[in-house]
C-alpha cells in the first residue's frame, strides 16, 4: 500500500484520512493543516518524507510564468527543499489544467455564462494562465495583485497591466518595509478598496481560504471560481448566498483533493518524478479516472444573465426628470431649453436606472441597465445616421464594462440609418432592435382589444375571428409579419401595398401557410377602408399621411406599428370613436426594480422585453437588426416570452396605455356613431327626420330620436379625454414602445 500525505497551510480542523484505490494501487491518503504556519509546515514534511511515497505541498506553487518572465515563490522553494527523499509537488500544472478546464466546462455548457462578465482575480499572477482563458470571454478583468501586495489602491485592468506590474513587483516587495504594508491604516483600507471590488464584481477568484474573512455583502450573488470546497466552506458559502461555485478539484472517497495531494498520488502511482510527467500523461489518467469539474450552487439552481437597453427622451419634458437639468428647466424660457436640447443631444451616455428582480419561471433571472443617450427625436432625425451611430457605439461600449451580455435599441434609435445592421457590426456585444416582439406585442394587443371591445362575435376555440382586417404597407419588413399573423387569426385580411408583385407573392407565401385564409389584394388603402374592423398601419411613409382616419368605421381598431407614426396624435383626435394601437405592453415576471418609464410597475415596452427575453434564454445574439423582419423570429420571440412568463400587460395609444375606462369610452362612442349612421341611412328614419338636428316632426318620433341619439352629440361636444395626461398631469416616457 502506498502512502501519500498532503501537507496544507489551510486549516487543521478539516483534516482527513481514507484508504482507496487509486491507478490500480491501494492508497492511504491523509491531509494536515498547519493553520498557515509555515514552519510547522516545514517540520511536518521532514517528518513524512520517511513514512510517506509522496507528498504534496498545499502552499501557492512553487513558480509561475506571467506573460514572458518566470516567477519562483521563495516560500514554496523553503518547504519543497525540506523534503529530499521522496517526491513532493505543489500540483501547480495538474490545478492550472483543472481549472481552466472548469472555466471552460462552465462556458460551453451554459452557453456565454463568463460572457462580458465583471472578473475580480486575488492575484493574477498565481492565476495567470485562468485570466487568459477568461480573457476570450470578457475584457472586463481586475486584478488585486498591487492592492494585497503593497496596499496601493488601485486595481490593475487588464493583462498588459499585470504584465507590466509582475515584471517589477519583485524589485519594490524587497525594499517595502513590512511594517508599512502591514499597517492598520493600510490594512483598513486594503479591505475597503478590496471589498468594493468584490461587491461590483460578478466572479471572483480567489484559494477558498481567503474567502473566509467576507460576508454576505461582499458574496451574496457571486460566482466564485476557486479550488478545494469540501462541504463545510460549502454550507458556508450558502450562509453567504454565494450564487454558484466552480471547483476544478475533484472528490474521491467523498473528499475533496486539492490538486497538490492528486498530483502526489499520481506520482506515487507511476514512480515518476513531478517534473517527468507530461500534459498528455495528465489527459490520460483524467480520461481514465472519469474526472469532472464541480459546478455547485449552495442555494438551489441561479443563474443571472445581464442585458443592456439604449433609451433617450422623446421631448424637452423629460429634461424635467434630469439632474442638475431640471432646475435649469424650470425657469428657462423655451428658446433656452432648445438649446439644452440641441447640447444633450452631444452629451455621453449615462445609466439612467439599474434594473433588477425579473426572475422567469424557469428559475433563471434578468438584471440590466437603461442606458440614455442625449437626443430628441428632433435631434436623431436632424443629424447624420453616422451622428446616432457614434452615441449608440459608445453606449454598448458602457454596457459591456457594466457587464451587460445583449443590448438593445429603443425609440428612434434603431429605426435611423439600417436600422441597427451597422451598430450590429461594430458593436463590442450583441445587438436586438427589438422589433420582433413589438410586431407580435402590438398585434397581441389589438387582438385583446378587438374583444374588449365587443364589436365582434367572440370565437369558439379554434375558430377564427369574425373580422375583416387590413395591413397597409403589407410587403414591408413588419407588415408582411403582420399579414401572415392576421391570416392566422381573421376571417378576412386585405393586403394593401403600390409593389403590386410583391403582393402576389406575399399571397402565394402566406396561402402555404394558412391555405384558408381568404386575403383580398389592393393597391390603394382608401378603397376598402370603410369596412375594416381592425387596421394594421406599417408602412416606411416617413411622416406621410397613408389613410384618411375620417372614413374609417366606428369601432375599429388601428395598429400603428410604423416608426415614424403613420397617425401621429392630431389625427387620432378627430376620431374619439377609434380605437388606435401604438403598442402593446409586456408584464414582466418577477418583482421589477426600474425608474419609471411612464408605465405601470413591471411592464416594459415590447422592444425592451425582447431584449429581456433573449436574456433570460442565454441567446446573446444578434437577433433583429435591420429591416427585414423574418417571420420565424417573431414566432420565435412570442414563444420564448411566453416559455419566460412574459404576459401582455397593457394596449398602449399615442398618449400612453389605454383604461378599460378608455376602452369603454370608446365603445360607447362607437356604438352611439353607428346607431346614428343607421338612423340616417334607414328610409324610415329620412321621412321622419328630415334633418340631422332640424326640429323633430311629431313629438313621439322625437322622444325616440333623442334617445337614439343621446350619446352622439354629447360626446362629440365634449373635448375626448387623452388617456395619457389624466387628471392634468404630463406623462414623461422616457422610451417609445417599437
Sequence with gaps: MKTVVGISLGKGDQDFAFRTRFMGEAFDVRRIGTNGSLAQAVKLARHWERRADAIGLGVVKDSYTVGSRHFVEKDSVRLRSAVTL??????????????????????????????????LFFSGRTHYKLAQAMAEF????????????????????????????????????????????????????????????????????????????????????????????????LARFKAKRVATVIDGAPLVQGHVLG??????????????????????????????LGLEPRVLQPGGFRRVNRFAFVIHPLSQEYFKNVKPIELLSQVSPPI?????????????????????????????????????????????????????????????????????????LGAFTKVVGDAGLTVARRAPLPITTGNSYSASGALWAAHDAVLKLGLVKKPRRGEKVALKAMVVGATGAIGSVCARLLAMVAEEVYLVSPETAKLLALKESIAKEAPDAKLVLSARADKDIAGMDMIVT???????????????????VITDVARPLDL?????????????????????????????????????????????????????????????IEWEKVREIYRLGRKHGMKLAAISGVNGPFTDADIRRVRRLALAARARAAAEASPAGASEVPAKRGPPVSKGVAAGAARRRAAGPAAKAAPAKRPGARRGKAVVRSATPA
Design 86 to 119: 521522496v517526491p513532493a509537488t505543489t500540483g501547480g500544472r495538474l490545478g492550472d489544467i483543472l481549472q481552466e478546464w472548469a472555466l471552460r466546462h462552465v462556458q460551453g455548457k451554459l452557453g456565454g455564462y463568463f460572457n462580458n462578465a465583471n472578473v
Design 138 to 233: 470578457t475584457p472586463n478583468l481586475q486584478f488585486a495583485d498591487a492592492l494585497l501586495q503593497l496596499g496601493v489602491p488601485k486595481m490593475l485592468t487588464s493583462l498588459d497591466m499585470l504584465e507590466l506590474y509582475a515584471s517589477g513587483a519583485h524589485y519594490v516587495l524587497d525594499w517595502t518595509p513590512d511594517a508599512l504594508v502591514g499597517s492598520a491604516p493600510v490594512r483598513e483600507w486594503t479591505r475597503y478598496v478590496l471589498r468594493k471590488a468584490m461587491r461590483d464584481a460578478t466572479v471572483v477568484v480567489a484559494p477558498v481560504h481567503e474567502l473566509d474573512r467576507f460576508g454576505r455583502e461582499e458574496l451574496a450573488g457571486k460566482i466564485v471560481v476557486t479550488s478545494t470546497v469540501n462541504d463545510h466552506r
Design 259 to 288: 490538486p497538490s495531494l492528486l498530483d502526489a498520488m499520481i506520482v506515487a502511482a507511476t514512480g515518476k518524478a513531478p517534473e517527468d510527467i507530461l500534459e498528455d500523461d495528465y489527459l490520460a489518467i483524467i480520461g481514465e
Design 336 to 408: 433656452l431649453m432648445d438649446t439644452v436640447e440641441k447640447v444633450m443631444a452631444y452629451a455621453p451616455p449615462f445609466v439612467y436606472s439599474k434594473v433588477t428582480g425579473i426572475r422567469s419561471p424557469t428559475g433563471v433571472e434578468a438584471e440590466g441597465w437603461l442606458i440614455s443617450v442625449g437626443g430628441t427625436p428632433r435631434e436623431i432625425m436632424g443629424h447624420s445616421p453616422e451622428f446616432t451611430y457614434r452615441r449608440l457605439l459608445d453606449a454598448a461600449r458602457m454596457a459591456r464594462r457594466l457587464g451587460a451580455q445583449i443590448m438593445g
Design 538 to 556: 406599417a408602412t416606411s411613409g416617413a411622416g406621410k399621411k397613408v389613410l384618411d382616419i375620417t372614413r374609417v368605421k366606428p369601432g375599429c
Design 568 to 628: 401621429p396624435p392630431e389625427e387620432v383626435a378627430k376620431r374619439p370613436d377609434v380605437l388606435v394601437i401604438e403598442s402593446g405592453e409586456i408584464l414582466l415576471p418577477g418583482r421589477v426594480s426600474m425608474k419609471n418609464i411612464g408605465l405601470p410597475k413591471n411592464v416594459a415596452y415590447a422592444c425592451l422585453a425582447e431584449t429581456i427575453v433573449l436574456a433570460l434564454e442565454g441567446r446573446f445574439e444578434n437577433f433583429t437588426v435591420g429591416r427585414s
